[in-house]
Nanobody, 115 residues
Framework: VQLQASGGGLVQTGGSLRLSCAAS????????MGWYRQAPGKQRDLVAA???????NYGDSVKGRFTIFRDVAKNTVYLQMNGLKPEDTAVYYC??????????WGQGTLVTVSS
């Protein structure tokens, strides 16, 4: 599977952005898709994930502000980000989990939240 992420940009505090991740190729054994982020000097952390069955989970720092959802027909996963804060500034990566491993990564898309 190949992942193509898009939708990053510059936004002011309190603003919104929507990221998209389009998957192509074989989805065999893909159990979930999700978004991770990495800020400068920090580790890459899970932001949100959605399983093939539609179950979602979120990182504690984004609960209530971010929503992950998908368009199954388009093989696309979205991350709606509302109430953005400067601490949300990071490179966001789309990822696919094959069985139990997050083994496929898209290119990152930069989200910058100005204060």
């Amino acid at each position: 599977v190949q992942l193509q992420a898009s939708g990053g940009g510059l936004v002011q505090t309190g603003g919104s952005l929507r990221l998209s991740c389009a998957a192509s190729g074989s989805m065999f054994s893909i159990s979930a898709m999700g978004w991770y982020r990495q800020a400068p000097g920090k580790q890459r952390d899970l932001v949100a994930a959605i399983t093939i069955g539609g179950l979602t989970n979120y990182g504690d720092s984004v609960k209530g502000r971010f929503t992950i959802f998908r368009d199954v027909a388009k093989n696309t996963v979205y991350l709606q980000m509302n109430g953005l804060k400067p601490e949300d500034t990071a490179v966001y990566y789309c990822a696919a989990r094959r069985r139990s491993n997050w083994s496929t990564w898209g290119q990152g898309t930069l989200v910058t939240v100005s204060s």
